[in-house]
């Protein structure tokens, strides 16, 4: 971790990107996230905004490719106007993961007032298009032979758009791996594709005809906040307050259990399970729980 941390606060240094030391917490703790396996995927708002935050990023990850070790297989990659940290080996065995076990996933149907909590075969439309595009995900992201490259097709605006029968290029290559195709065609709006992508146990589910039904009804419900907070070892531990690893929404009344819930003690033994492979890293972890009234909601 030190070894990461210090490659870290050299390369921004070089690269004269000045960060609010919030912001700089969060990059620390999400790019120790990626590194020690405990996410394969974190999404960046913060930092600043686009295009100039994709071109920091891009500078960012080169140099610190030539510091360490540690970052050769992380990359940046654009989906729409979203932008994200991916660990490229990390997200082909996730993404592995996620087709042969949809049963782990939860839904919650934004679309109907109040939500309900439904199965995918519930959803068959929104829900089917969106193993579509896990499955564009695994043919992007294979899983063997992840170690040396990806597929990908070189663009000339020195992005790469990523398909799934295009030529390959080493993870180290700072290029963007534009997925914006992957829903450009279908019903799958970015909030539940996030939701997979990103790691949380309960999705969104709500098609792009729907979007403004989705925030009215999200609106006005009172929401359980979880939260999954990490404390660091050794000399970057920043204290012993806890810091946010990610977190999570879902509406009050479909989370009465709060943690004892069945799928939140599913997640939480998940991330313990592999918290425990990097002790080295993080010393604790935990999971909290609190509560917020009906606002207005940005989906």
Known sequence: MEETLKALESSLSHIKWRLKSSSKLRLEIDILALCTGMRPVIMV????????????????????????PSFEHLRVMVIEDMIYLIHVKGLAEYV??????????????????????????????????????QKLFSLVFPLNGMTDEIRLHNRTDHTIEATS???TTSPQSTE???????????????????????????VYLFDKEHIADAIYNLSTQSL??????????????????????????????????????PWAEMFLAKMQSKWAKCNPTWRTLQMEVSECFPQAIAL
């Not at 708002?45 to 295009?51: A, I, T």
């Not at 935050?53 to 360490?68: G, N, T, V, Y």
Request: aromatic letters at 6%.
């Open 165 to 167: 029968s295009n030529i």
């Open 224 to 261: 359980r906040i979880f939260k999954i907070l990490v404390t660091r070892n050794g000399p970057f531990s920043k204290g012993s307050m806890p810091e946010e690893l990610m977190s999570f929404s879902v509406p009050y009344e479909l989370s009465m259990e709060g943690s004892n819930e």
């Open 45 to 68: 708002d913060y930092g600043g905004k686009m295009p100039e935050l994709q071109e920091h990023l891009c500078e960012l990850l080169k140099r610190c490719q030539k510091e360490s």
């Open 96 to 133: 592995s993961s996620s087709l042969s076990s949809q049963a782990e996933l939860h839904f919650v149907d934004l679309e109907q007032d109040p939500p309900k909590m439904i199965t995918l075969k519930e959803k068959s439309s929104v829900g089917m298009q969106l193993i579509s595009v």
């Open 176 to 202: 963007v791996v534009d997925l914006s195709s992957c829903i450009c065609d279908s019903q799958v709006t970015i909030p539940t594709l996030n939701g997979w992508l990103l790691g949380y146990p309960i």
